[in-house]
């Protein structure tokens, strides 16, 4: 029986990765580990202020995402396992090399608080194994726009295109730079990428190539 695969799903807020973890799901029987955001009670109040509560809101997610992956390690590993793999929404790399820095970049981290941040961030990375591919979804701010407001979050309303383009930019020069796995990139502007793409043997093809 072939080692059960972990998937990782990557990209700005609205690109689609909750979408296309629900059809790895259905397509490749991957069990889905959805991001947390519901979960933190920082959340609302860091899109109404982001300097005072960007530093506990980033540590939630950090510390969340860290045990997010340690299940999903668990899991594969155990020598009882039933999985056939798993794929998550949004990874650690992405909370710290994108939106911490983010913050930080800007003024919303102040530097002493950063370094601490990233000692806990080098710290947990390094217990971590990576994701046997990493799926990158690209795209374009307009679509993103599109996407956010049409799913109706209440407190993802105000944010400022300023921080999407921000995140976009980290995000490309993450991506760049990332070489811990095997990686994927999918264009994901069409607002109905899901129908009109992953129906495409073509992609279940390579999906299986990456992951065989």
Known sequence: MPR???????????AGKSSLVKWLHQTFGLTPFF???DENPYLADFYGDM????????????VQRFRMHREMERGLLAPDSTLR?????????????????????????????????????????????????M?????????????IKLRGRSYEAAIPTTYLKALDRLYEGWFAR?????????????????TQL?????????????IA
């Open 4 to 14: 059960p695969r972990f998937v990782a799903v990557a990209g700005n807020i609205g």
């Open 35 to 37: 991001e947390p955001q």
């Open 51 to 62: 300097k005072r509560w960007a530093y506990s809101s980033q540590l939630f997610f950090l």
């Open 85 to 133: 793999g798993v794929v998550q929404d949004r990874t650690i790399f992405e909370d710290a090399e994108i939106f911490a820095a983010h913050h930080h970049e800007v003024g919303n981290i102040d530097d002493r608080d950063w370094r601490t941040y990233s000692d806990l961030y080098g710290s947990l990375r390094d217990e971590l194994a990576p994701p046997d591919l």
């Open 135 to 147: 799926i990158y979804l690209r795209c374009p701010m307009p679509a993103l726009k599109k996407r």
């Open 178 to 194: 990332y070489d811990l796995s095997p990686t994927l990139i999918l264009d994901t502007s069409e607002l109905d990428y899901v």
């Open 198 to 210: 992953f129906d495409r043997h073509a992609l279940i093809g390579e999906i299986e190539r990456r």
